[in-house]
Each structure stands twice: as structure tokens, then as C-alpha cells.
């Protein structure tokens, strides 16, 4: 890069040779670290590519991405995202995990062998005082201004060598979404396997706990590099005077979220048909291949059929996660927020609650992890505490089941409404109706706090890149599909086993006699005042793994392809099942907690059993009592 | 950037003037945040630092919360707590 000419890029030939010859070669660790907003995520899906992986840190709920990068020569660097921040001072969760893996205080991860320091450029002398405590550290750091594109185009200026020499580390401009002027990472990266040890920083740093110190610093070293602050980002001004503007922009936040509905099943559809038939087909060809009978149902009734009535659900879950990319990279979400957070305050809630709550139509797993850019603790556990009531993707076939069994095809409002739909939405509305008002119960009582202060920084608009939207729907593709091929796997196994057995005369028994009909019969009563039998119950038993499963389990016991489109499995639950008992159990899944993953999800996040106990208990228990008095009501009118 | 003040309205008389009292587009420059520590030093983090200039921007509908221009970004602020941060 001819950005790059001058910079002290021999600093990194002079680091001193490994220690001890002959050594075991061991990890060498990376940190990157930069404020929010500076493209690091973008940098280190650069780097790393598809050579990545999510984990937690060990006690704490903070989750860090963990790459590796290939360099020449075969060695290898593994490089750890760390979480945005301002300061190293640590306060919130996510300064103290920065603070901690920086100063060799992580445990399981050993101190990093140098650290990447990502700024943004056209925000430098703000960013700049991050340096003051990362460079403190006495670690090989290179210092990397992003977005040098935009700094250009806006017509910014910077001597990258004086600001090299001013700070005493090798300084890389760079625009990570481009990939322009990367090289110099890597080399940096080449030179951090060489094992450099630590140097005391040769500059003057200010008091790191002063931040208008900090600030001033800052300042003047953007005034002795001859830092030209770019122009304010026009088209960003220019947008936001429509996306915010008093009419449109609420026009436009109602378009764009009913936008997202409408592709999620209307759009999600062909697709979820093509996997559906694949499923079918391929069952058909595994059988042919399998000539035991009992090893042909295990495979294709239990095992395929059971977890293909999940895996259908991909394509929806990755269009909704592929319009949340859109909307977080382009950086619209923050100006969503920004519209949302009257109407979430009047519920106890703020704007950064929205986001979550819009992502858990697909997924509440998903959902609660995004709830990590809320500051305030109390928000976020009321989010996360009810986020599970929105109408996520694996409630949906039970719905279309129930509903097309139990709901006539007719039409409510002329041609434009009809009765099935009508119910469908009902029950969407049903959800957010009960998350609101849990969220409202939840802030004037045991999660009271004065409203909170809200501070959202609102990013430039900027394109979102192919490279990164692909990455994140690989990302969701891998867990989705290693949870069906492990929980909802492990489920289906288990219900046909339980269905096939005991053996009599060496044959399986009629399902009234499996050991799953023992089973539901056990729980019959605790379930018969909701109008449920236990064929019901069995489902409902395995729907606490996904609630997806209970139709695949259905289909199993009434010996039926499970499939929600089925007229038989539709024919066989109308003969089992009053009117009553059908929108009781609709009102019970809107509801209930059925979830194993969420449960998982919210204990990690909120760090004990405490929460997502009353999260469960709370909901299961509102479940029953509805499902009961829709019961009774519909008893009595029909 | 041009520091602009505004009279004195007879209700503010005696009071010192807020953030929220920015009209659109005016700026005015930070005196101290009346905040408790932890909102404070988050805010100072994000550019809100007394002696900086800050302007106003856009808001939400409603006009809450609204987006200030601080320190090279926008960041936006809810009422509350616009109108702790005290101007000159």
C-alpha cells in the first residue's frame, strides 16, 4: 500500500529470535482489541476466514471468537476477538474480559503473544485513547487504522510514519471490508510467532484512569501526525434524514419488519418444500438400501424422518438471520433501535431490547445471546426472561398442524383474511401480548430500576459486504445443525425405541402397549383438565428437547408420517382431540417453556440455574392455567 | 464549529441550560455531566467530555431520544439523561 511507505515495518525484523532452540512449538495468541464500531469483526473474519470458532470464556458469559491464521512456512497464529470497548478500566463484563485475557489474568487462555489494535481512522482522536491503556501493556502491538477508504474518500489526512514514531509501535492503514493494505497484519503476525519478548513502551503515556487526559493526548498526538479529521459522512446525514424523518422513518421501521415476516414464510417456502421432498425421497432410497425391517424403521422413521422435520427449518431461520446481517452491517438496526425505544420504554424495556426480540420470531437461542449490547443487567435479564413468548420458528409446525386440523378454511374479512390465517396471526399477537406484559410485570417489580440511561452511538451507513453475511449463515447453519444432529437426533432415537418396545413374541407391541404409552399415561392426569390425552403428552414430554419435535413424535406414536401438512396425522388428532382440547394446546406451546436449548442458553447468560428456573416455572405454569381455561371456554360455547 | 447561544428564556432564567435545550442543528459546549459515575465516565468514553462541543441532531419520532453529534460520531441520548449534561 503506498499508505503504507515509511512506516517502521523493520521494527518487526528486529524482535529478537525464539527462546531456547529446539523448543516445543507452542500457541502463539493474538488479541484483537478496538473499540465498538471499528470493524473488528470485520478484521478478524479477514484473517481467519472460515478457520473460526465460538466459545465462552470460561465464568464469565462473554463470548470470544477464536481463529487461526495461516501464514507462510506452515506456522500458524491464532488469533482471539476480544469484545468492543472504550477502556481497559474494568467495569462491565466486557472491559473486565479484555482487561483479563490483555494482563495474562484469563484463565485457560495464556497471555497473548502481541495484540492487534484496531482504530478507527476517520474517528482517530476518539479512538486514539484506547491506545493509552492497550499500549501500557508493554505487549508488541500493532496499531491498524481501519477504514481507509472512507478516511480517503472524505478527504482525511494522517502521516502514518510520524504517528508510528509518536506511539512507539508499527502503525498499518487499512480498510479491513476492502482487504486493502493487509499484508503488513500478516507480516506483523510472522514476526509475533517469533515469540518477541515484552518491551516497556518508550513513550509517554498519560494517567490511563483520566479520560479527559486521555482525550487530550489523544489530541495532540493527532496534531503532531498532521491528523485531518475527514468530513462528516454525507450520505450517513442524507439517510438519516430519511430514516428518521417524524413520517417516514416510523413508515419505514413498519415496512421493514413486515418486510422480514413476509419473506420468512412466504419467501422460505419453496425452499422448505425442496428440503421437505428431499427428506421424503432419500427416506425412500435409505429404506431400499436397508433390508431389516426394524433397522429401516430406526433409520428412516425414527432417525431421518425426525430430524428432517427440523432441518426444514433452516431456510427460515437463515433468511431471518441473513436480514438481521443486512440490517446490523448497513447500519440501519441502530437507527431502528433508536425508533423503537419509546414504545419498549412504555414496557419497562429500552431500544436495544428490540433487536433480541426481533430475532427470537426465529430463534430464542440466537436471540439471548444478542441481548449482550444491552449495558443495564436488569434490561437485559427482562429481555432475555421474555424473549422465549415471541412466536419463534419451531413453534410454527405445531400450529400449522393444529390449526389446518382443527380450524375450518374459511373466510373472515371477505377474501383478505382467512380463518386459518387469522388464528395464526392470533396467536402471534398472543406472544407479544405476554412478553410485554411479563416485561412490564417483571420492571415494576423484581427488576425495578430507574430508567436506565440510554447511549447508542449511531454508525456511519455503510454497505454490507457478501463476505460477511456469508460467514454469519455458515456460522448459524453449523449450530443449527448441530443441534438437530445431536438433541432432536437423540430424541427421535429415543421415542422410537420407547415406541418399539417391550417385544412381544419378538415383535414390536401396538404402540397402546410400548413403553411410551406407560409413559404417557403416568402424566394423562396431570394433563387431562387441558383436554389433552397422552399420546398429547408424549409429545408434549418431547417437545421440552424442541418444541418441533412434538410433530415428528406425533406422527411416530399415531404411526403416521409425521409431517404438519398431513391430512392423516390431521384426520387422526381430530378423532382424538375436542375443539377445547386443540386451542388449549395451541395456547399451551404460545406459552410454555419447551425448550432445552433456551433453558441452556439463558442459565450461561445469566450465570445460574436461579433465572431460567423462574423463567420456566413462570411460563409453564401461565401455559397450563391457559391452556385450561381455554379449554373450559371453548367446552362451554361449543 | 460555531458556538451559538440562545437567550434566556424567562423559565430558564437563573438555571443553567441543558442539552436538551439545543435547538436542532445548534451547538453548545459541555460545562460538567450531572450523572452518577458509571453513565458518566461511559459517556465521557463516547466523546461527551466537558470543554467538547456537541451539537444536536436528529431524533426519534416523538423527539425522544435524540442523536447528538459529539467528537467525530453520533451517539443518541434519551431525555433523562440529556438533560443532566450541563452546558456552558
Redesign the interface.
Known amino acids: 500500500m503506498g499508505d503504507c511507505h515509511g512506516c517502521p515495518a523493520n521494527s518487526l525484523a528486529t524482535l529478537p529470535p525464539p527462546p531456547g532452540f529446539g523448543a516445543p512449538p507452542r500457541r502463539h495468541i493474538v488479541a484483537i482489541v478496538g473499540p465498538p464500531n471499528s470493524g473488528k469483526s470485520t478484521l478478524f473474519n479477514r484473517l481467519t476466514g472460515l478457520r473460526q470458532k465460538v466459545a465462552n470464556f470460561p465464568g464469565v458469559t462473554v463470548e470470544h471468537r477464536m481463529g487461526r491464521v495461516k501464514l507462510e512456512r506452515g506456522r500458524d497464529v491464532f488469533v482471539v476477538d476480544l469484545p468492543g470497548v ?2 481497559l ?1 474494568p ?1 462491565t463484563e466486557d472491559e473486565r474480559v479484555t482487561h483479563d485475557v490483555l494482563s495474562g489474568q484469563m484463565k485457560d487462555i495464556p497471555r497473548p503473544d502481541a495484540v492487534l489494535l484496531i482504530l478507527d481512522s ?2 482517530l ?2 479512538h486514539l ?1 484506547l491506545a493509552a491503556p492497550v499500549l501500557s501493556l508493554g505487549l508488541p502491538t500493532l496499531v491498524i487504522l481501519n477504514m481507509a477508504d472512507d478516511l480517503k474518500s472524505r478527504g482525511g489526512e494522517l502521516d502514518v510514519a510520524e504517528l508510528a514514531m509518536q506511539l512507539g509501535s508499527p502503525v498499518a492503514l487499512v480498510s479491513a471490508a476492502k482487504g486493502v493494505g493487509l499484508e503488513k497484519i500478516f507480516q506483523f503476525l510472522s514476526g509475533a510467532t517469533l515469540g518477541a519478548a515484552p518491551q516497556a513502551p518508550l513513550i509517554q503515556l498519560p494517567v490511563i484512569q483520566d ?2 487526559k486521555c ?1 487530550a493526548w489523544a489530541t495532540s498526538i493527532g496534531n503532531k501526525t498532521g491528523y485531518q ?1 475527514p468530513a ?1 459522512p454525507l450520505w450517513t446525514r442524507r439517510l ?2 430519511f430514516f ?1 424523518h ?2 417516514a ?2 413508515l419505514v421501521f413498519l415496512f421493514v419488519v413486515l418486510a422480514v415476516f413476509q419473506t420468512i414464510f412466504k419467501g422460505a417456502k419453496p425452499l422448505m418444500d425442496a428440503i421437505d421432498e428431499a427428506i421424503k425421497t432419500s427416506g425412500h432410497w435409505i429404506g431400499h438400501l436397508l433390508p431389516n425391517e426394524a433397522l429401516r424403521s430406526l433409520v428412516v422413521d425414527g432417525v431421518w424422518k425426525g430430524v428432517g422435520s427440523v432441518v426444514i427449518f433452516l431456510p427460515q431461520i437463515l433468511l431471518l438471520f441473513l436480514f438481521i446481517g443486512i440490517l446490523e452491517d448497513s447500519g440501519y438496526l ?1 437507527r431502528a433501535a ?2 423503537a ?2 414504545t419498549m ?1 412504555r414496557f419497562g424495556l429500552q ?1 436495544k431490547s428490540f433487536i433480541p426480540l426481533l430475532s427470537a420470531y426465529a430463534c430464542a437461542v440466537p436471540a439471548i445471546m444478542a441481548t449482550r449490547t444491552i ?1 443495564s443487567k436488569r434490561d437485559r435479564i427482562a429481555t432475555i426472561l421474555i424473549a422465549p413468548f415471541m412466536t419463534c420458528s419451531a413453534r410454527l409446525p405445531v400450529y400449522i398442524l393444529i390449526i389446518g386440523a382443527f380450524i375450518p378454511d374459511r373466510h373472515v374479512i371477505g377474501s383478505f383474511l382467512g380463518m386459518q390465517a387469522a388464528a395464526m396471526l392470533g396467536l402471534y399477537i398472543l406472544g407479544f401480548a405476554a412478553a410485554m406484559l411479563t416485561a412490564r410485570l417483571l420492571k415494576s417489580t423484581v427488576l425495578k430500576s430507574r ?1 436506565s ?6 454508525p456511519p451507513y455503510r454497505w454490507p459486504t457478501v463476505r460477511s453475511l456469508a460467514l454469519r449463515l455458515v456460522d448459524r447453519s453449523k449450530v443449527f445443525l448441530y443441534r438437530a444432529g445431536t438433541v432432536i437426533l437423540g430424541v427421535a432415537i429415543v421415542i422410537w425405541v420407547l415406541s418399539n418396545l417391550p417385544l412381544n413374541h419378538g415383535k414390536p407391541p401396538a404402540i397402546e402397549h410400548s413403553i411410551t404409552a406407560g409413559i404417557g399415561h403416568f402424566v394423562e392426569p396431570a394433563i387431562k383438565p387441558l383436554g389433552f390425552n397422552w399420546k398429547i403428552g408424549i409429545g408434549l414430554i418431547t417437545s421440552l428437547a424442541a418444541r418441533e419435535t412434538m410433530v415428528s413424535s406425533l406422527g411416530t406414536i399415531y404411526g403416521i408420517e409425521g409431517d404438519e401438512h398431513s391430512p392423516g396425522l390431521q384426520q387422526a388428532l381430530r378423532q382424538d382431540l375436542t375443539l377445547g382440547g386443540a386451542i388449549g394446546l395451541l395456547v399451551f406451546f404460545a406459552f410454555a417453556m419447551q425448550c432445552m436449548s433456551t433453558s441452556a442458553v439463558v442459565r450461561r447468560e445469566t450465570g445460574g440455574w436461579f433465572w431460567p428456573s423462574v423463567q420456566f416455572a413462570y411460563m409453564t405454569g401461565l401455559a397450563y392455567i391457559c391452556a385450561f381455561l381455554a379449554n373450559r371456554i371453548v367446552a362451554f360455547w361449543s | 464549529m460555531q458556538v451559538s447561544f440562545k437567550k434566556k428564556a424567562p423559565s430558564n432564567h437563573g438555571r443553567a441550560r441543558n442539552l436538551t435545550e439545543l435547538k436542532p442543528g445548534e451547538a453548545g459546549v459541555l460545562e460538567k455531566l450531572d ?1 452518577p459515575e ?2 458518566a ?7 461527551f ?3 467538547h462541543s456537541i451539537t444536536r ?6 423527539g ?2 435524540r ?1 447528538f ?1 459529539v ?8 431525555r ?2 440529556a438533560r443532566r449534561l450541563i452546558l456552558k
Open positions: 472504550y477502556s478500566t467495569r476517520t474517528n482522536s476518539r485513547v479520560i479527559p482525550r479529521a462528516p438519516d434524514a428518521l417524524p413520517v422513518g416510523p441502530a433508536l425508533i425505544d419509546r420504554a431500544g449495558e430508567r440511561s440510554f447511549m447508542l452511538e449511531m | 450523572l458509571d453513565d465516565r461511559r459517556l465521557m468514553e463516547l466523546g467530555l466537558p470543554g441532531g436528529l431524533s426519534a419520532p416523538g425522544d431520544p442523536v453529534r467528537d467525530g460520531s453520533e451517539v443518541a441520548l434519551r433523562e439523561t
